[in-house]
């Protein structure tokens, strides 16, 4: 948590992500619109140039930096100023109004890009998932140029999984969309602290509705002053300042107009009012419910304005887990107490309210982090004093995944290795895909070698980094490994997967990783399970059979950080640690950029229970070392 002029806001992801996918997703729609070309690659330069830049877009454009970056013109320096002041730009959504809102949805079929949508658009005329699925199964789609049957059935099965979907939103969107509102109430001047709450602050894998808990100051700043400065601030981005007016009970707009609100709905009526809202879903004196449109997705976002003297009780009632509370209030009621989203008393009586680790300390536990709160033991293991310290950023000493320009990565081992010295790292792995991988540009033992001479020559020249020398190397369909141990000998680290084949039976696709695991050579499996958040399902694998192997065999499982994988998934990493299996979070980085992933990897490790001993990030490199000669 960091102070945010005297308020309190959790800063976690930066706005460089989502304005990154923003020019991407303009170019997106240029391309279907068959726009200018030299437009088009435009924008896809400036999304990698804001995705690959460390520091936080604003802080560059305050400086007046930005201006001076390569490849930043006058145009998308106005459009990123307009995003930085008011959450839009209003270029991206005049595109958005020039094709069918469903188009865009085709794009998160894997295998469907922005020409393939754009030819099933003008010669199908298909405008939507339901359109397509019916072009699909017509085979209507197999006749166009650049598709096939192999095609359609690919397309097919994406759909098949899409149309499976919960309807909840990565990690990751869940955190943008907490962000962009957060960031957004922290300027109006009663707000005091701003806390995520729900399946966001248990950084769970998938969020339904994003929860954000506000508590004010009535008594630092004039009731009328949140609406001032909201209005101030749409008006200087050229918009109205119309709003949706908190109406107390009984109450009607005729009544209700001159009433100065009072701070809890100046928050209210400035977040329902707010330039990123596109639907207001309901709003009250002390609570306000809207969908607010991000890059990705529109998601609900529910802002709760909580006494400060209930705001702890308040923060561990909503934070949930639904079946963690309900095993909190019977601890509750076997100690002839009461606990709600307002306290915990005895009787009438308060006996902790305004912070949470009073709540936990009045019960008899330890203060549990709210990544472990899933009714999963870690009640038990509070009141008992056995509860482990959950696995943080400050422990991590290095990533173990990553990729270059070598394959298909973004960026070189020397800028890779800069992104790494910036967070503090002590080593890092290069992990570029193996010859199979030949869509990935995958390296040849030959090209390998080169790649390992020049990473021993750059270690001789760094005193504050060491640089691995390793590869993602490919798992074939029959459990053999895509190069031979004279090959992998030279290596310091070797982290093998499952690209391919991944459709097979449990017995199989179980038996070809244990086989996997068996090389002395191999240091990690990564991304085990294969699966894609809402997108593709896991491989068939048998888990406990998996995480005894690797026990067994010295061989850590990854947990790979992107949030579209997440993989190891939080029961898994459990399992491991409960195993004696090792852990070993991986970014999977194809830029410098890419390695601010690691804190998805880090809370997923941590709801699996594992802490520093469990994961390889968290060994010096002599350890690191250690670990692996242990195998060969």
């Avoid at 959504?93 to 794009?107: F, N």
């Avoid at 759909?159 to 957004?184: C, N, P, S």
């Avoid at 056995?386 to 990533?399: E, F, N, W």
């Avoid at 020559?457 to 459990?479: C, F, P, Q, W, Y």
Wanted: hydrophobic share 45%.
């Amino acid at each position: 948590m960091v102070a945010l002029r005297g308020r309190v806001w959790d800063s976690g992801v930066m706005q460089n992500g989502a304005l990154s996918e923003l020019f991407g997703r303009m170019a997106d729609v240029m391309e279907i619109l068959a726009e200018d070309r030299f437009r088009v690659n435009t924008y896809r330069k400036v999304a990698r140039i804001i995705a690959d830049t460390p520091v936080d877009i604003g802080e560059l454009l305050e400086s007046g930096r930005l201006a001076e970056v390569p490849g930043i013109g006058k145009s998308s320096l106005a459009k990123i100023e307009q995003f930085v002041h008011t959450g839009r730009i209003e270029a991206h959504e005049a595109l958005l109004r020039r094709i069918p809102a469903g188009l865009l949805e085709l794009l998160r079929i894997p295998s469907m890009g922005p020409k393939s949508v754009k030819a099933v658009y003008e010669a199908l005329g298909v405008t939507g998932m339901a359109d397509l699925k019916a072009a699909l199964e017509s085979g209507a789609v197999a006749e166009l140029p650049g598709f096939g049957r192999k095609k359609t059935d690919q397309l097919l099965k994406g759909i098949a999984f899409l149309e499976k979907a919960t309807g909840r939103i990565r990690l990751d969107q869940a955190a943008e969309a907490a962000q962009i509102v957060g960031a957004f109430l922290a300027e109006i001047g009663q707000v005091k602290a701003i806390v995520p709450a729900g399946s966001l602050r248990r950084r769970c894998e998938t969020i339904g509705d994003v929860d954000i808990l506000v508590t004010v100051d009535e008594a630092d700043v004039p009731r009328d002053e949140g609406r001032r400065t909201m209005d101030e601030r749409r008006g200087a981005a050229g918009m109205g300042t119309g709003r949706m007016p908190v109406l107390r009970a009984g109450e009607t707009l005729a009544t209700h107009k001159g009433r100065t609100p009072s701070a809890q709905e100046a928050v209210i009526e400035a977040f329902t009012a707010a330039p990123f809202v596109d639907e207001v879903l309901a709003s009250g004196p002390t609570k306000g419910s809207a969908r607010i449109r991000t890059v990705e997705a529109l998601v609900q976002v529910d802002v709760r304005v909580v006494a400060a003297g209930s705001f702890g009780a308040a923060c561990q009632y909503f934070t949930g887990s639904k079946a963690h509370n309900v095993a909190l209030r019977e601890l509750a009621v076997k100690a002839g107490l009461k606990l709600n989203e307002y306290g915990l008393f005895d009787g009438e009586k308060p006996v902790a309210a305004a912070e949470e680790a009073d709540i936990y300390k009045a019960l008899g536990l330890d203060y549990i982090d709210p990544r472990l709160r899933e009714d999963r033991g870690e009640i038990e293991a509070a009141r008992n004093h056995t509860l482990p310290a959950p696995v943080s950023l400050k422990d991590i000493r290095g990533d173990l995944h990553m990729h270059t320009t070598a394959s298909d990565g973004e960026d070189a081992i020397e800028e890779m290795a800069q992104a790494a010295r910036r967070l503090g790292y002590r080593f890092i792995c290069i992990t570029d895909h193996s010859q199979s991988s030949a869509i990935a540009n995958g390296l040849s033992a030959r090209r390998l070698a080169r790649q390992v001479k020049a990473i021993r020559t750059l270690n001789e020249k760094s005193r504050d980094l060491t640089i691995l020398a390793g590869v993602e190397l490919d798992i074939l369909a029959d459990g053999r490994l895509d190069f031979d141990d004279a090959v992998l000998a030279d290596l310091d680290y070797v982290t093998a997967s499952i690209h391919s084949g991944m459709a097979g039976d449990r017995e199989k696709l179980t038996t070809r990783m244990l086989k996997a695991m068996d090389s002395r050579y191999v240091n990690c499996i990564s991304h085990p399970t294969g699966r894609l958040i809402n997108e593709r399902g896991a491989m068939d694998l048998d888990m406990e059979q998996v995480v005894r192997h690797a026990a067994r065999t010295h061989t850590a499982l990854e947990v790979n950080a992107n949030p579209w994988r997440l993989d190891l998934k939080d029961t898994h990493c459990r399992m491991a640690v409960e195993a004696g299996a090792m852990l070993a979070i991986g970014t999977d980085a194809h830029s410098a950029a890419g390695l601010t992933l690691m804190a998805y990897g880090v809370d997923t490790a941590a709801r699996g229970w594992a802490t520093k001993k469990d994961l390889l990030n968290g060994m010096t490199v002599r350890q690191l070392q250690v670990f692996v000669n242990k195998k060969r």
